[in-house]
């Protein structure tokens, strides 16, 4: 179960969150009210060159000030405020969304060659392991999570998504099967720049949980989803690989086909599948992931789960459903379904 | 004779209305259990080891063997086993040996995982029907892909090491010619060729007969060297360091002279009747650093052209020595549990020496996963494993591939009587007396273990099925998909898994 859908303008021309919140709420069917969830990009436009630092807090006082001096160990709040929310008769509030803009001091971290980067990402893990009543579950610049238990029109009135504009959205209805649902196992799960939404269960995750965990990754949100952000921000960021061989990576060609390419291209493929095999996931997935730059949609290499795709004009939408897409944009052009594994890519064109 | 003689233990009897006095029994045991006296069958119950070849050979299945009531005064503590060995030594004033694996009653953690299997959120993966990948590499890997784009084309400039192409994670441990005959051997060799997978030679050199086969050959240096030479170097398609084993860690090894006839002696190159004698430790390698400059010289003296593995026995800081070896250079470690099988090994050590494999798996994988380089070197389980649930369970715990032996060599007729030192197998395997040697047709042979190696294979890929795996990848330290079943606390920590319910 579960329901995803993305958008992207390429010309980065933003839109509000209003359809993509008319969009989700169709595909209730896919979802139990126990998770939903959005983000977009480009919403903080007057902070664009800091970290948009999203956290749920249990209360404000204990967990609050454990976060803000770890943030100012680290770098500078520029300013911080509560997420403006608005009461849901069927929205029970569990927490209290807080966001800091927040800009690390570079010089701390060293030897590496992305060291905010990396110093927000380990700011996130440092606080969602050891700060109790407190969890980071948005890091980006310019970007941001809002999600809930609740349903997709009660989460997105409780966060007003329509006053939000972005070039590129992502939500997610949730069906939790494997874990419970919690305000931290809603959809989409973020690290930095990457955002995902699932629909499936990932049964390679203990293979791949082990091996983000040995690259300084912390699972802390006991569901699935969560390492498929870091997976990506690993490969992706950190080794530099590009979304489309990301993808290759996490769902590659079976062997009997990287067996039949041309020899450069087995030879490519082949030492892609002996570096990356801890990273190979398993088991029923349709997932859309966000950066900055674009959005990449895939499936399980034997494709167990739905993937729709769609395109108008400058908009690429993917989503779970033909339908979900077609309340978004009535207009919409070229309809398909990718092959299993393939990615679909939508890139900002600048 | 002031201690007389322990009581025998099996108890042979012939169902004399059903025997034809074939004479069959009497040909196939080299045991001298039986003898022909004025036409009549005569049993020696006393030499009878279990081996069962009789059994298996008598057309009319008249004879039955049962394992004779002791009537010992029965006690917790001094149980017949204690009480008889002490009698033994007291008698010999020597050390007691054994062969094949640890025969105390250990509780044996594999039975104690529970693998899992999807339902209805999940689909499992139907192996009939959709692919499904056991395609192992074993060797080094790359922690990260160097490229560079070139007109929107990649060009790698990461350079593979060698690895050893498995099309099944289960191999064939190392059991020397000399230990077990060349027929054995040759049916091994022919079975890895079958299934595309590898055996191990063992550290007895490479006889001729292999040499078609030398391709899914590993060789093995131990720490006597026997048939070490440049050019069994160049043989085999990995090479295998032997520091320690399973049954035995912490001695070498011994092969006794009558077992060294005049091929093993040129195989080994030792003089004809000589004992083959494995020194406890390398006398080159007192360190990490001594380990490392050994994989090196080896890797040097074939041209970087083959993976050296380093084998261990599990023992209780086997995760931090692991960790060393992946730093050695080594592009495997082998790890092998003390439920391991012997040809010989003294009777103190197989019992109560290392640690179970299971647990081995996971604290080594642990380690090199808290360090980083799990992907970049592979680890190989052997000791005790004798099903496809327990490859599945090793996987799964951690390991990228097994070595399995003792099964091997009951796909064989092994039937496990323990006896493999005496050199007198009636099955064939652990002798070289060329009468018994010659039970064994190689190409028979090969069949039956290719067949437990396919049959193992085609259950691993259903247990991934059912997992909703279809990749072996997504098997390997999948702790996840594993479950402790009446296990205490301190062993579910060590494993890294949960308890089942949770």
Known sequence: MCGIIGVIDRTMARMDGSSIKKALSLMDERGSGEGAGYVAYGIYPDYSDCYAIHVFFDNLLEPKTNVDRILQKWGRIVYQEEIPTYEQPNLKREHIPWRYFFKPYTDLMVGTTNPDDDNVKRLVMTINSTVEGALVFSSGINLGVFKASGWPEDVANFYRIEDYKGYIWLAHNRYPTNTSGWWGGAHPFNLLDWSVVHNGEITSYGTNRRYVESHGYQCTMSTDTEVVAYLFDLIGRRHGLPSDMVVEALAPPFWDEIDEMPEKQEEFMRALRLTYGPALMNGPFAIVIATKDGIVGFTDRIKLRPLVVGENDSKLYISSEEAAIRIMDPDVERIYMPRAGEPVIGRVTQ | ?502
Not at chain 2, 126 to 142: A, H, N, Q, S, V
Not at chain 2, 351 to 368: C, R, W, Y
């Open chain 2, 1 to 502: 004779m002031s201690l007389g003689s322990v009581p025998l233990k099996y108890k042979i009897s012939i169902d004399r209305d059903q025997c034809m006095k074939c004479m069959r029994c009497v040909d196939n045991c080299s045991y001298g259990v039986y003898r022909i006296e004025d036409d009549k069958i005569i049993i020696d119950s006393r030499k009878c080891t279990a081996c069962h070849r009789c059994i298996s050979m008598c057309p009319r299945d008249a004879i039955m063997l049962q394992e004779r009531p002791v009537d010992y005064r029965s006690h917790p503590l001094w149980t017949t086993e204690a009480r008889e060995d002490v009698i033994n030594q007291a008698r010999s004033g020597k050390i007691i040996l054994s062969g094949m694996g640890n025969a105390v009653d250990y509780p044996i953690i594999f039975d104690r995982l529970v693998l899992d299997a999807c339902q209805v959120t999940n689909p499992s993966i139907d192996p009939l029907r959709e692919p499904m990948e056991l395609r192992t590499y074993i060797g080094k890997k790359p922690e990260k892909l160097d490229f560079t784009m070139k007109d929107g084309d990649v060009e790698l400039n990461t350079k593979l090491a060698p690895n050893l192409k498995l099309d099944t994670p289960i191999m064939i441990g190392h059991m020397s010619y000399g230990a077990i005959s060349l027929n054995a051997q040759l049916s091994l060799a022919k079975a890895v060729a079958k299934t595309g997978t590898f055996m191990g030679t063992g550290e007895g050199g490479m006889h001729e007969a292999i040499y078609p086969y030398q391709d899914h050959s590993i060789v093995q240096i131990a720490s006597g060297r026997f048939g070490v030479d440049i050019d069994y170097l160049e043989r085999g398609a990995a090479i295998e360091i032997k520091v320690g084993q399973g049954a035995k860690p912490g001695i070498g090894g011994h092969l006794p002279g009558e077992k060294v006839c005049a091929d093993v002696s040129c195989t080994r190159m030792i003089p004809l009747g000589s004992d083959a004698i494995s020194p406890a430790p390398h006398h080159d390698i007192y360190s990490i650093e001594d380990l490392a400059q050994l994989v090196r010289s080896l890797k040097e003296a074939t041209n970087w052209e083959k993976p050296v593995f380093v084998k261990i026995a599990a023992v209780h800081n086997v995760a931090a020595i692991a960790a060393g070896i992946a730093r050695s250079s080594a592009d495997a470690v082998v790890i092998d549990g003390f439920k391991g099988g012997t040809g010989a090994a003294p009777k103190v050590f197989r019992d109560n020496v290392g640690i179970p494999i299971e647990a081995a798996i996971a604290a080594v994988d642990q380690k090199l996963n808290d360090q980083g380089i799990r992907n970049e070197v592979s680890i190989i389980a052997s000791g005790g494993l004798r099903n496809s649930a327990d490859l599945a369970k090793s996987i799964a715990l951690g390991a990228d591939a097994v070595y399995i032996g003792t099964a091997s060599l009951i796909a064989l007729g092994c039937r496990v009587c323990g006896s493999c030192y005496r050199g007198l197998c009636p099955w064939g395997i652990a002798t070289q007396r060329p009468e018994l040697v010659e039970r064994i047709d190689s190409d028979v042979g090969s069949e039956n273990v290719a067949n437990l190696i396919r049959g193992w294979t085609l259950e691993l890929s259903e247990l991934m099925g059912a997992a909703g795996l279809n990749s072996i990848e997504s098997l390997r330290g999948n702790r996840e998909r594993l479950r402790g079943y009446m296990l205490d606390e301190g062993l579910l920590d060590v494993l890294k898994i949960e308890s089942v319910g949770a």
